[in-house]
């Protein structure tokens, strides 16, 4: 069968994000609530990852800063991923592993909330910002799978760690985004109540 293929990747990607959604309601609820606190007490939402997880920032930060589902005011969001001048000059005069840290700690202020993506939890990259982060005493929220990587032994107990339950690539980053759009929902509905539709 020559969509045999296809379907495959499509019933690997629903029977996951069945299992991911026992695990991961609990902590995606945490994540909400800090999201909630950090924006309601006028602080904003810094996001780094690489590749696929670049994306999955510039996504999060276009859903806060413009709309989800409802019109409402612009929320403080920004994706660290985007201002190639910045990108350049730091991995040129610094190395890329700094590339996202410091931009942490220019931006980055006490109550702030960094939203750090790594489908490994191993990016050095990313680790350096989570650990810049928490110096300048943010919060931090890591969306990651594989085990968690070494995030999960820099990630507090204020930090939320939400791991997706899988060995592969492709479809963490479909749960990532998906978690992406529960985190997105759920500020909206914390901040303005009820659906969207109402």
Excluded: W
């Amino acid at each position: 069968m020559k969509n045999q293929r296809i379907l495959s990747h499509f019933h690997e990607s629903a029977e996951l994000k069945m299992i991911a959604a026992e695990l991961l309601a609990e902590p995606i609820e945490q994540a909400i609530e800090l999201m909630f606190s950090a924006l309601s007490n006028g602080n904003k939402i810094l996001a780094c990852g690489n590749g696929g997880s670049a994306a999955d920032c510039q996504h999060f930060a276009a859903e806060l800063v413009g709309r989800f589902e409802r019109e409402r005011l612009p929320l403080p969001a920004m994706a660290l991923t985007v201002d190639s001048s910045i990108l350049t000059a730091v991995a040129n005069d610094y190395s890329f592993q700094e590339v996202f840290a410091k931009q942490v700690q220019a931006f980055g202020q006490a109550g702030d909330i960094l939203l750090a993506i790594s489908t490994s939890g191993n990016s050095v990259s990313v680790i350096n910002a989570v650990n810049a982060a928490l110096e300048r005493d943010m919060r931090v929220i890591g969306l990651t799978g594989k085990g968690g990587g070494e995030m999960q032994h820099v990630l507090t107990e204020a930090d939320v760690h939400i791991c997706v339950p899988h060995e592969r690539t492709a479809r963490i980053q479909e749960v990532h985004l998906l978690t992406i759009h529960c985190l997105c929902d759920g500020i909206d509905a914390a901040l303005f109540g009820g659906d969207a539709d109402e």
